[in-house]
C-alpha cells in the first residue's frame, strides 16, 4: 500500500479523532512512516511491516493520545497563554518515536525530547527531525534516570514499563504541577495498586483506536497535594 493509498485512510481517522490536522501534518507524518519503513532494518524500529498496519497500530494509535493532550495544554494555560511555546514534553522509552514524533507533529508549539537507552533509536529520532523539518523535536540517548536536562511539563510513555517504574524512573524530570500521561492496553489494576501513596491517578481514560480492535486506555498521574 502506498502513502498516497494511505492519506485517505489516515485523514478519516483522524477526523474521527475530532483532530483537524493540516494537510501538511499529514503528509509529515505519513513521510514518517515512510521512514520507518525505509531505516526499520538499520534501527530495529518496529516488528510491523505491513504498512497499513503500521499505520494503524503506529500512527493511529499514537494520535488517540492528541486530544486528550490539547485538553491539558489548553487547561493549563488557561490562565496565561503565552506560557504555550514554552512547554516541554518527554517521551520515555520512545524507540522509534511513538507518540513523540506523533506530538511534535501535530502540537508544533510544544518542545518534544524523545529518550532512549539505544543510541541509534535516538539518532533515528534526530534523523526524523531533520529530515521532516521539526525543531520542537529531540531526539536524547540516556538512561531517562541519567539524564540532566530542564524538568518538563507533561512526561508520556507508550508501553515503555510498568506504572511504577514509569513515574519512578522520570519524577527527577516532572516539574511541580506537571503530569505523567501513560498509554496502556487494558485497564492496569496491579500496576495502579503498585503505586506509591503520595502519587494520585485522577483520570483512567478509555481511547478508541480507529480501526484497531483492541483495548486502549490513558492513565493521567500526578503527585498528591
Not at 502513502?3 to 501538511?24: I, K, N, Q, V, W
Request: proline share 7%.
Amino acid at each position: 500500500m502506498s502513502a498516497t493509498e494511505l492519506l485517505a485512510p489516515l485523514r478519516e481517522a483522524a477526523r474521527t479523532l475530532g483532530l483537524d490536522l493540516s494537510e501538511t501534518q499529514l503528509q509529515q507524518l505519513l513521510d514518517y512512516l515512510g521512514l520507518i519503513q525505509k531505516w526499520n532494518k538499520v534501527y530495529n524500529l518496529t516488528a510491523v511491516r505491513d504498512p497499513q498496519a503500521m499505520l494503524v497500530q503506529h500512527l493511529v494509535d499514537s494520535l488517540s493520545l492528541i486530544p486528550a493532550l490539547r485538553r491539558h495544554l489548553a487547561t493549563a494555560t488557561a490562565a496565561d497563554p503565552t506560557a504555550r511555546p514554552g512547554l516541554r514534553l518527554m517521551d520515555v522509552g520512545s524507540g522509534g518515536g511513538l507518540p513523540g514524533v506523533v506530538v511534535a507533529i501535530c502540537e508544533p508549539g510544544l518542545d518534544v525530547s524523545c529518550v532512549d537507552a539505544v543510541a541509534k533509536k535516538a539518532s533515528f529520532i534526530q534523523q526524523v527531525a531533520a529530515e521532516l523539518r521539526l525543531p520542537n523535536l529531540h531526539g536524547l540517548h540516556a538512561r531517562v534516570e541519567d539524564l540532566k536536562v530542564p524538568p518538563f511539563d507533561v512526561i508520556t510513555s507508550r508501553a515503555f514499563a510498568s506504572l511504577l517504574d514509569f513515574t519512578t524512573l522520570t519524577r527527577q524530570h516532572l516539574k511541580p504541577g506537571a503530569i505523567w500521561l501513560a498509554m496502556k492496553g487494558q485497564h492496569p489494576d496491579d500496576e495502579l495498586a503498585a503505586l506509591p501513596p503520595d502519587l494520585s491517578v485522577f483520570h483512567v481514560e478509555q481511547l478508541q483506536v480507529p480501526g484497531l480492535d483492541a483495548q486502549r486506555c490513558l492513565i493521567w498521574i500526578k503527585t498528591a497535594a
